[in-house]
Nanobody, 126 residues
Framework: QAHLVESGGGLVQAGGSLRLSCASS????????MAWFRQAPGKGREFVAV????????DYGYSLKGRFTVSRDNAKNTGYLQMNSLKPEDTAVYYC???????????????????WGQGTQVTVSS
């Protein structure tokens, strides 16, 4: 069982930046696809970003590319989400998740991910 722990959330003013981390305690991290999702109050969980094990396949949710950057350091079993130019609508609980890289399901689907962290709160004030 992969154990994922997010950190780096907090309160930031609009226009500010945060860097989230996702630390895995499992050695399989370097072979897994990793994604970030977020869930705002009263809304469903939304796809944010995905990165493949070699950091060659990367994609972002609608309108997030250019402000958010996903990365990973397999030697540290850690993934990252750099968030710049934050807006109040980015306020949400952010989750990291991993899945087998050979999964046939679309990477935007949260149901395709096997392991999840507990989430970290990001609050952007106007």
């Amino acid at each position: 069982q992969a154990h994922l722990v997010e950190s780096g959330g907090g309160l930031v003013q609009a226009g500010g930046s945060l860097r989230l981390s996702c630390a895995s305690s499992e050695g399989t991290f370097k072979r897994d696809t990793m994604a970030w999702f977020r869930q705002a109050p009263g809304k469903g969980r939304e796809f944010v970003a995905v990165i493949d094990p070699e950091s060659k396949g990367i994609d972002y949710g609608y309108s997030l590319k250019g402000r958010f950057t996903v990365s990973r350091d397999n030697a540290k079993n850690t993934g990252y989400l750099q968030m710049n130019s934050l807006k109040p609508e980015d306020t949400a609980v952010y989750y990291c998740a991993t899945r087998n890289r050979y999964s046939l399901q679309t990477y935007c689907s949260q149901s395709s991910y096997e392991f999840w962290g507990q989430g970290t709160q990001v609050t952007v004030s106007s």
